[in-house]
């Protein structure tokens, strides 16, 4: 397994300011990935953070919302920008743990819950 | 594309009942398919997965799971539920053709297991 760990736990901003999360692991992964679960939603993939190049956003997410670094391979940060209230949600870092063809497993962190006020 | 499905946002069961989760999906091929747990204020734990093999899956507090391929469905099952249970359920699914990367998540249910 991977035991994951993200700062701040919770959070409650201002309209308008930045937050940045950081999601640390305890042992190195290639792959980095960042999620949101908007209240009472399931959750979707914001980006993919591979160490070494730029991340990969899914569609609806774009760069300058949510710019993101990884920069090695036990660390990446996730910045919501601009916010508004339409960002409360909780958003999780999670890692995928290589075991073999096919054998990939995801682990998620603890979540970061975010209030924009 | 791909896509879950859970249909029922809400399962209530009493203690000591079997319980089913259900989830069935849509994608090309053959996935590879998961079950999450979220308990409050917690993030999500692996229960187990469907890679090949036996389609009856055994994980973890109990919980399997059986891939039925012609119903394209992964029920979540535990044969005697417990109060300590009752969480958030999401089965995921990720095309067998990717590697590495993008699960994609049911809507969620929410289990409730009663005394």
């Known amino acids: 397994s991977a035991v994951i760990s993200q700062k701040p736990s919770r959070d409650i901003c201002q309209r308008g300011t930045s937050l940045t999360i950081q999601c640390q692991v305890d042992?190195?992964?290639?792959?980095m990935f960042w999620y949101r679960q908007q209240p009472g939603q399931s959750l979707t993939l914001i980006a993919t953070?591979?160490?070494?190049?730029?991340?990969?956003?899914e569609s609806g997410f774009v760069i300058d919302k949510f710019p993101i670094s990884r920069p090695n391979l036990t660390f990446s940060t996730l910045t919501v920008s601009n916010m508004s209230p339409e960002d409360s949600s909780i958003y999780l870092c999670?890692?995928?743990?290589?075991?073999?063809?096919?054998?990939?497993?995801?682990?998620f962190g603890p979540g970061t819950r975010l209030t924009v006020l | 594309a791909q896509s879950v499905a859970q249909p029922e946002d809400q399962v209530n069961v009493a203690e000591g009942n079997p319980l089913t989760v259900k989830c069935t999906y849509s994608?090309?091929?053959?996935?590879?398919l998961f079950w999450y747990v979220q308990y409050p204020n917690r993030g999500l734990q692996f229960l187990l997965k469907?890679?090949?093999?036996?389609?009856l899956v055994k994980g973890s507090y109990g919980f399997e799971a059986e891939f039925n391929k012609s119903q394209t469905s992964f029920h979540l099952k535990k044969p005697s539920a417990l109060v300590s249970d009752s969480a958030l359920y999401f089965c995921?699914?990720?095309?067998?053709?990717?590697?590495?990367?993008?699960?994609?998540f049911g809507q969620g249910t929410e289990l409730s297991v009663k005394p």
């Open positions: 953070a591979n160490q070494g190049s730029e991340a990969t956003y």
């Open positions: 994608v090309s091929g053959n996935p590879y």
């Open positions: 999670s890692v995928e743990k290589d075991r073999g063809p096919g054998n990939n497993e995801q682990f």
């Open positions: 042992s190195q992964v290639t792959m």
């Open positions: 469907y890679i090949t093999g036996d389609n």
């Open positions: 995921a699914v990720r095309d067998r053709r990717n590697q590495g990367g993008k699960l994609i």
